[in-house]
């Protein structure tokens, strides 16, 4: 089966510009997941979605950042605007049950200038 | 709330030797999931290993074992035959029972010298 796709796989931008990214996740996967690993450091978690619903996004900086995942499938990261302190991987990971772990993409390392 | 620590920022073994990675985590639960997950430099985060708390014995897949030690809460990982191809950075991660969370540790650099 096809894994977990995500895009751009770079990106840069000045502060202040909005920026987006998207993942596919694996197809029959109902739960989504967007991490955030900053430089040296493990993941954490920024969102999770039940099909299209958000379920915990406890620690989505909600002045900043979105996200959606429209008709439970696709899901997009938004950022709008960026600051200097938001350069790192973001990682998008899907799961049918989540106890036998999660399938992640290869994230999108975005640098902020 | 749970928090994973691995007390070893780097790590380096020479090609087929064996090498351990340390894991220590907190919880109040008393079923729970342990991963071991391998993201070498393309990024992407590869599951290793996963052990059940539930389950006494030992998770091991081909060369990677863990031992679990549920009263110290520790979960480290063995490596065996080290490979260049390990050469990666390896996170703990936990899991409570009910999947909907994977919490991970900072992880340690493994270098595999020939």
């Known amino acids: 089966e096809a894994g977990v796709v995500q895009s751009p796989r770079y990106k840069i931008i000045e502060k202040k510009q909005p920026v987006a990214f998207w993942c596919n996740p694996i197809s029959g996967h109902n739960t989504l997941y967007w991490y955030r690993q900053n430089l040296g450091q493990g993941p954490e978690l920024l969102i999770r979605y039940e099909n299209e619903e958000a379920v915990d996004d406890s620690q989505l900086p909600k002045d900043r950042f979105s996200a959606e995942r429209l008709k439970g499938v696709d899901s997009t990261l938004k950022i709008q605007p960026a600051e200097l302190g938001d350069s790192a991987v973001y990682l998008c990971a899907s799961s049918r049950q989540g106890w036998y772990g999660y399938t992640f993409g290869s994230g999108t390392r975005l640098t902020v200038v | ?114």
């Open chain 2, 1 to 114: 709330a749970q928090t994973v620590t691995q007390s070893q920022p780097e790590m380096s073994v020479q090609e087929a030797e064996t090498v351990t990675l340390s894991c220590t985590y907190d919880t109040s639960e008393n079923n729970y999931y342990l991963f071991w997950y391998k993201q070498p430099p393309s990024r992407q985060m590869i599951l290793v290993i996963r052990q059940e708390a539930y389950k006494q014995q030992n998770a091991t897949e081909n060369r990677f074992s863990v031992n679990f030690q549920k009263a110290a809460k520790s979960f480290s990982l063995k490596i065996s035959d080290s490979q260049l191809g390990d050469t990666a950075m390896y996170f703990c991660a936990f899991m409570t029972s009910r999947g909907n969370k994977l919490v991970f540790g900072a992880g340690t650099i493994l270098r595999v010298k020939s």
